[in-house]
């Protein structure tokens, strides 16, 4: 009997995914120290394509080359208008790659804000990073953790008028460029802590204007962005959103429902359930406060994800984290907590998982790709630092993301 992750599901805007399972995005890089589409990114997706997959998504495409999150992402260099022939030529590549064997590319298009390296962008060392208040990034307690933080992450300036307004361009500009070299759609990153994140969270945006004070105005700035972007893309083009699951409290669950109600209204074509940031890292499963239900069902969000689709039926959600095995993945199926299984580390390891989840001879013993945890030096562990972690695992499954491009066996950590 064929897998109900074989089953194709269709976005509000018409695009059609030949399957449930989606490679999540993931750090890959391989944009160079130009911040460009290069051969070996394109190889690496190349290979995700042949992979089976029912929708790709790419790692961060920074919306501006000044601010990144990591010194090698790829990353819109200047304004876009619909005229540079040559830019287009170079993403219609990228696009190619991923989509050339069948499947859907979603960019994930992001701006870090405050969670900007001091060492990335073209912004300068000293320059501040932009926020939607000046609150300095914190990663740890103590008077190291403090300076490494300083050192790390500029204290960020707040973002004015004008500021928003040319980064919501920047968005748009994007989305528009990607649209034209022919990607499927775009997800806006509004999770693990960077800048739409920091407006939605009141931790992060302490604003008194139109974009801070309620949950309603703290959505203003993702809300024009989707807005905005549908008047320039093509009807068929997919916006969907990456949304943080694990910031919310009992005080302030609530107000994360009423920003998810905006989303649906303004109509984004998918929700993927995620979360964590850099001081809190639940996107790698560091420190995830998960029950033991939780854990028995493989994914970190899942309880999150029920409690979504029970207020939103329609929505459809995508839900990334801790998906391990083909049982696991169809057990969030079959409750209805999900319609699509976001696949990130294991992506990394095995390009063509989905070929392992949808063969219907495979016995569920070897459905499955248990990964270990990437080794902690025994100096980075006593770092008071809470990123510590997380910075190791996403760069130990960039370095194999790199190594499957070249044609190279991948390593499972902790094997």
Request: aromatic fraction near 8%; proline fraction near 6%; include cysteine.
């Amino acid at each position: 009997m064929p897998s109900v992750l074989s089953e194709p599901v269709k976005l509000p805007c018409g695009l059609v995914l030949p399957n449930r399972l989606a490679k999540a995005a993931l750090a890959e890089s391989l944009a160079g120290s130009k911040n460009a589409v290069t051969p070996t990114l394109l190889k690496a997706y190349d290979r995700w394509g042949q992979g089976g997959w029912g929708m790709i998504l790419t790692g961060n495409v920074q919306v501006d080359v000044n601010h990144l999150g990591q010194p090698f992402d790829p990353a819109l260099q200047g304004e876009y208008t619909g005229d540079a022939t040559d830019l287009v030529a170079s993403w219609a590549a990228y696009a190619t790659a991923v989509q050339q064997h069948g499947t859907p590319g979603i960019v994930q298009l992001c701006h870090p804000g405050r969670q900007s390296v001091r060492f990335a962008g073209r912004r300068g060392m000293f320059a501040a990073t932009l926020a939607p208040s000046a609150i300095p990034l914190q990663m740890g307690d103590g008077l190291v953790a403090r300076w490494l933080s300083w050192f790390l992450f500029p204290p960020p300036r707040a973002m004015d008028q004008a500021d928003i307004d040319r980064v919501t361009r920047q968005f748009v500009d994007a989305a528009r460029l990607m649209a034209d070299s022919g990607f499927s759609g775009v997800e806006l990153h509004g999770a693990h802590g960077y800048l739409i994140d920091q407006f939605l969270n009141a931790k992060t945006n302490k604003r008194t204007d139109a974009y801070g004070g309620s949950a309603e105005k703290r959505a203003k700035f993702v809300l024009d962005i989707i807005r905005a972007i549908r008047e320039v893309v093509p009807r068929g083009f997919a916006v969907g959103i990456k949304l943080n699951s694990a910031d919310h409290s009992s005080s302030t669950f609530e107000e994360t429902m009423t920003q998810i109600q905006l989303l649906v209204e303004a109509g984004v074509d998918f929700l993927e359930i995620s979360g964590g940031s850099y001081e809190n890292p639940e996107m790698m499963g560091i420190d995830a406060h998960k029950s033991e239900r939780t854990l028995a069902r493989e994914a970190f969000f899942i309880e999150f994800a029920s409690e979504t689709r029970q207020r939103f039926p329609n929505l459809v959600l995508m839900l990334t984290g801790g998906f391990r095995t083909r049982a696991g993945a169809e057990s969030a199926v079959q409750q209805n907590v999900c319609d699509i299984v976001g696949l990130g580390r294991p992506a990394a390891i095995d390009p063509n998982l989905p070929k392992v989840f949808l063969d219907e001879g495979l016995e569920e013993e070897k459905a499955r790709l248990v990964l270990g945890r990437v080794p902690v030096p025994a100096l980075a562990r006593l770092l008071p630092f809470k990123g510590v972690g997380a910075g190791l695992e996403s760069n130990y499954y960039a370095a194999q993301i790199k190594r499957f491009a070249q044609g190279l066996r991948t390593i499972i950590p902790g094997v």
